[in-house]
């Protein structure tokens, strides 16, 4: 470092040219959607555009009410997705304009506070404790100054820089915990590597949710068929010699009669009530499916740092000489205390522990603060954890006057000493690695005094300094010595002990992983971080690890080796974002459906790649957020698996809707066809065929879809990725019921054909709806009987029923719907004819769920047990 030069920074002249030659210090802006394109977007699904092929042909053919109505559907579907898709990104812009970086540069001389973005290559930094550095940039000087990188890294330990054995390189986007430094800057924008990585997650394709391919191919296939059977149908009609028209307007209603019209809106109601759900829950959606798509996870990739852990660094263990402590807390809360043989132990109480605090208390630049009841750390974290662990120690609090001079910490000499004056007498207290620490005592500190340092004292050391270290503890060790001379003189010292400390696991995120597990979910952890310290937070949250990699071994796997290695419980420790992505691409390849967590911009390729990119809010990078699915607003793991549970509901109700709706239109189609081929009168109408999917069947699906989730839901294994919404037994299930309800409709028609035409056709059509209404209770739990689930435990759909047969009871009785819908009044014999027909429908899937063993029909095997 050019120590001897005294820098000055660039002129205004030549920061103009810088500018015009490098540009802003920004990242290339991720071109937000607009309105449009989002509204645009709600027009995509094939179901959708079948629906304005059909209302088109009906404004076409003169029938403006059924164009209107087909219309209103469409309408109504665009109308929620756009909402609910720019509320997300709304809200996303919102987090990102709380953010507003500045950076203090030297320019003409002097020190200037700039946005980040006016930085060029050339500027000098002036990077203090608590900065967020603004650009990649080389060391010109420094002083005990150390780095956060892991945002880049996913280390959790900050890094020492400066010295002449050390990198002088310091890279945007990450934090300065300690010292101070002036620093050229040598990139900006896209050519940092924060700007890399960012390019890097912009490279991965966009995707399509599983969900999204589920609906399209059931979409496609129902829009086929409604086709083929409407084309066929009206050709055999007119080759019997029926009308043309009438035929036309037959097959248009037929084609719009099995195609579910409600499907896009109630799917797009129920993830958008889903979605909303969850924000009360701190998960913001980006994107209406990912939901969904998170509830069909089966592998979580999950960061370490910041995100399993507190990110906050805790002195968790004490050793000295003569005993062992345990320190209870985390974070830089300091309520919590230091234990011996269970009872609380001050430094008063024991003059080796208070002569340890008092050096990690007094050793040190970090500071605490008191806003209300939330404490803020300034400084290191390492420090920072010894501050708050004096504080827990009740040790008397220091005082900046009564340090007089400093030895920094240095890579080479890797422990720190302080001149401490104390009364009338000056102390040295030193800090660092115990190895560094140990090699300068010539005495050891005990309960009954100082004592020589032995040999034996020696191993005993380096044996307590091991096992804390093989618990994933980072390990300091420290020392003091008398100083008459007021000199920092590190030699003949005396050895005080050694503490322990971790990055604790976050307090609910054990929970939320036992849950997971239950639901048959597997957790693999990802993490820049050393494979000690991830094995040890493994531990602590019963998360089982049979293998560790690093990310220099898995550069040596072939990717079939890493399939194999995959299929089992391992963990990746120092991987980079290249590894991340390629992890996530092979359990891909695997069929697994991935979700994937994480904070920093070494996440984010990893974040967009995955099946379901899963954010925080808080702590989270720009760069992160772009690519998830899903922001998390409190950065609580626990809400994950929150959000699997309502992901799980949702699917779950989508496939009970759209088997409701499919069964009800499958009865309507039976029964026109047979109708026709046998050449008897139109038992429903075109206009009739439209009330009973649109008006009677969508506000019944709406109200299923909103049905809560089932008891056993979470104890349930993943669904396979290729698992289909229908299934075998979805589609016999229609079949059934569907040639159930057609023929009933059909009996009925013709055995009340001699009353007449009008009355028979108005009482077959009542019947179909009352059919469709009471057969929604079969489909209320796929596996669980009604009155396991309660019979009343939805009311929305007891609400839907009510609404939807009173409407019919109006098309029966209310002359304006009369003449709309051409129905006559029916008496009680119809309604008791109808009411014969409709009890079997509720009666025989109770029985048959109640004698067959309670496993969902679509259960799949685990993927560990496959």
Not at 490 to 512: K, N, Y
Not at 515 to 544: E, H
Not at 609 to 623: F, K, L, N, W
């Amino acid at each position: 470092m050019a120590d001897d030069i005294i820098p000055t920074g660039l002129t205004e002249a030549e920061v103009r040219a810088a500018r015009t030659l490098h540009g802003w210090n920004e990242l290339p802006t991720v071109k937000q959607t607009g309105p449009f394109r989002v509204l645009l977007r709600q027009f995509s699904s094939f179901l959708v555009l079948i629906l304005i092929v059909a209302a088109a042909v009906a404004l076409a053919l003169g029938e403006r009410v059924d164009a209107l109505t087909i219309g209103l559907v469409v309408v109504l579907n665009a109308g929620l997705g756009f909402v609910q898709e720019w509320k997300a990104e709304t809200a996303l812009n919102t987090l990102r304009d709380m953010l507003s970086p500045q950076a203090i540069v030297l320019r003409d001389g002097r020190e200037q506070v700039l946005p980040a973005k006016d930085i060029v290559p050339g500027d000098i930094l002036i990077l203090t404790s608590g900065t967020k550095i603004a650009a990649d940039a080389q060391l010109l000087r420094a002083a005990a100054f150390s780095v956060d990188e892991s945002v880049l890294t996913g280390e959790s330990i900050p890094v020492a820089k400066g010295d002449a054995d050390e990198s002088n390189a310091v890279f945007a986007g990450t934090s300065v915990t300690a010292g101070r430094a002036e620093a050229q800057v040598t990139a900006t924008g896209a050519t940092t590597e924060f700007g890399k990585i960012a390019h890097l997650t912009s490279s991965v394709g966009s995707k399509t949710t599983n969900l999204q391919i589920k609906l399209g191919h059931l979409a496609r296939q129902l829009g086929i068929a409604a086709l083929l059977v409407a084309a066929w149908v009206s050709g055999l009609g007119i080759w019997l010699g029926r009308d043309l028209t009438e035929m036309v307007m037959t097959g248009l209603s037929l084609s719009v009669a099995m195609v579910p019209e409600g499907l896009p809106a109630v799917v797009t109601i129920t993830l958008a009530l889903g979605a909303t759900a969850m924000v009360r829950h701190n998960a913001l959606a980006r994107r209406l499916q990912a939901v969904e798509t998170l509830g069909a996870a089966s592998v979580i990739c999950t960061d370490k740092t910041g995100t399993l852990t507190e990110n906050k660094m805790t002195a968790t263990q004490i050793w000295t000489p003569d005993r062992s402590y345990l320190v209870t807390g985390t974070g830089y809360d300091p309520a919590g205390h230091i234990e011996w043989n269970g009872a609380r132990i001050r430094a008063s109480d024991d003059p080796v522990l208070g002569a340890l605090l008092k050096t990690g208390l007094y050793c040190s630049h970090a500071h605490l603060t008191r806003e209300g009841d939330v404490w803020h750390m300034v400084g290191a974290p390492t420090e920072g954890a010894l501050i708050t662990l004096g504080y827990k120690g009740w040790c008397e609090l220091p005082e900046e006057r009564n340090l007089l001079a400093e030895l920094p910490f240095s890579s080479a000499r890797k422990r720190m000493s302080v001149l401490f004056q104390s009364g009338a007498t000056a102390e040295v207290l030193t800090k660092g690695a115990p190895e560094r620490v140990l090699e300068i005592c010539s005495n050891v500190m005990t309960r009954s005094g100082a004592r020589p340092l032995t040999e034996e004292d020696r191993a005993g050391i380096e044996h307590a300094y091991t096992h804390l270290a093989e618990s994933g503890l980072r390990v300091m060790g420290f020392a003091r010595r008398n100083a008459p001379d007021h000199q920092i003189v590190e030699e003949s010292m005396t050895f005080l002990g050694l503490v322990g400390l971790i990055d604790p696991p976050r307090e609910e995120v054990r929970g939320a992983i036992a849950m997971a597990k239950s639901a048959g979910i597997r957790i693999v952890m990802i993490t820049g971080d050393s494979p000690i310290t991830a094995n040890a937070i493994a531990g602590q949250l019963s998360l089982r690890i049979t293998q560790h990699l690093t990310g220099d071994a898995l550069d040596e796997l072939d990717d079939s080796q890493l399939g194999d290695v995959l299929r089992g419980d391992v963990l990746f420790a120092r991987t980079k974002p290249e590894q991340k992505l390629r992890i996530v691409s092979a359990l891909q390849a695997q069929g697994q459906i991935v979700a994937m967590t994480g904070d920093g911009v070494n996440d984010a390729p990893a974040l967009k790649q995955a099946d379901i990119g899963v954010s925080m809010g808080i702590r989270g990078t720009d760069v992160a957020r772009d690519a998830s699915d899903l922001v998390l607003l409190d950065d609580n793991f626990a809400t994950i698996v929150r959000a699997i549970g309502e992901g799980r509901r949702q699917f779950a109700n989508v496939q009970k809707f759209v088997r409701y709706l499919l069964s009800s239109n499958a009865g309507e189609v039976i029964a026109l066809v047979i109708n026709i081929a046998i050449g008897g009168p139109l038992v429903f109408l075109a206009t009739q065929i439209l009330w009973m999917n649109l008006v009677t069947d969508g506000v019944t699906a709406v109200a299923l879809g909103l049905e809560k989730s089932e008891p056993d839901q979470m104890q349930q294994s993943p669904r396979q990725k290729d698992a289909p919404i229908l299934g075998a037994r979805g589609i016999a299930t229609i079949v059934l019921l569907g040639t159930y309800t057609g023929l009933s409709s059909l009996w009925i028609f013709f055995h009340l054909m001699d009353l007449g035409v009008d009355l028979a056709r108005t009482t077959a059509f009542t019947a179909m709806v009352v059919f469709e209404k009471v057969s929604v209770f079969a489909f209320r739990s796929l596996s669980l009987t009604t009155s396991r689930i309660g019979w009343f435990s939805n009311p929305f759909l007891l609400a839907a029923l009510t609404i939807t047969l009173g409407a019919q009871v109006l098309a029966v009785y209310w002359s304006p719907l009369q003449v709309l819908l051409h129905t006559v009044k029916i008496g009680v014999d119809e309604w008791l004819l109808i009411g014969a027909f409709a009890l079997p429908i509720i009666v025989v899937p109770e029985v048959l769920k109640a004698i067959r063993p309670s496993v969902s029909p679509d259960k799949v095997v685990s993927r560990e047990a496959a």
